[in-house]
């Protein structure tokens, strides 16, 4: 006898929903403390680890985590372009921020973020297009 897949997730997720409770906390505090690892280790350029550089570290790490929460629950409703655009924009944003730690000018920084907001928003445009019918619906 067959079992039927929860009402709540897809018939190919085999996830179950204590782990997509789980997921939905741990990913974003995973993902906002290497972030903010990485931002402190480019901003101390391989100097001593100092008290600044741990602040940095953590509120970089905080302001990513919050800001990817929102675009988390954000994104899904949006139109697929939009909703690559919005994905686009938050990590042009976080590559350029990290990337203006290394003392680089403004207008490197700018043009490097948007080299790969531009990439990604052609991967993610792709995936949604092919994934999502005009309505955002997923399509199998």
Do not use: C, K, Q
């Given at each position: 006898m067959a079992h039927a897949a929860p009402a709540s997730h897809a018939p190919d997720d085999i996830f179950?929903?204590?782990?997509?409770?789980?997921?939905a906390v741990a990913v974003p505090v995973?993902?906002?403390?290497?972030?903010?690892?990485?931002v402190a280790a480019v901003r101390r350029s391989g100097?001593?680890?100092?008290?600044?550089?741990?602040?940095?570290?953590?509120?970089?790490?905080?302001?990513?985590?919050?800001?990817?929460?929102?675009?988390?629950?954000?994104?899904p409703r949006l139109k697929r372009e939009l909703h690559a655009v919005l994905w686009a924009s938050f990590t042009g944003c976080a590559f350029g921020f990290v990337y203006s730690q290394?003392?680089?000018?403004?207008?490197?920084?700018?043009?490097?973020?948007?080299?790969?907001?531009?990439?990604?928003?052609?991967?993610?445009?792709y995936r949604y297009y092919t994934h999502e019918d005009g309505a955002?619906?997923?399509?199998r």
């Open positions: 179950s929903a204590r782990a997509h409770r789980i997921a995973v993902l906002g403390l290497v972030y903010g690892y990485w100097g001593p680890i100092t008290g600044w550089n741990l602040l940095l570290g953590f509120v970089s790490a905080l302001a990513f985590a919050a800001v990817y929460v929102a675009v988390r629950a954000l994104a290394t003392g680089a000018t403004i207008w490197r920084s700018v043009m490097m973020s948007l080299g790969v907001a531009a990439g990604l928003f052609a991967v993610a445009f955002g619906h997923r399509v």
